[in-house]
């Protein structure tokens, strides 16, 4: 059987790291967003309270 299985899913271990850095990327976007919209809802929180 060569590289590609029967379903058509490559056994190569480069989709594993590619899944694996979409994965770490996506995190990091999350963790990202979070923190700016946290930062802009204390900004908000500090003008409205003045």
């Known amino acids: 059987m060569n590289k590609w299985q029967q379903d058509g899913r490559c056994e190569s271990s480069s989709i594993g790291r590619t899944q694996q850095a979409a994965s770490v990327s996506a995190q990091k976007v999350k963790s990202g967003?979070?923190?700016?919209?946290?930062?802009?809802?204390?900004q908000y929180q500090k003008k409205v309270s003045k």
């Open 33 to 42: 967003t979070l923190v700016g919209i946290k930062w802009v809802k204390n």
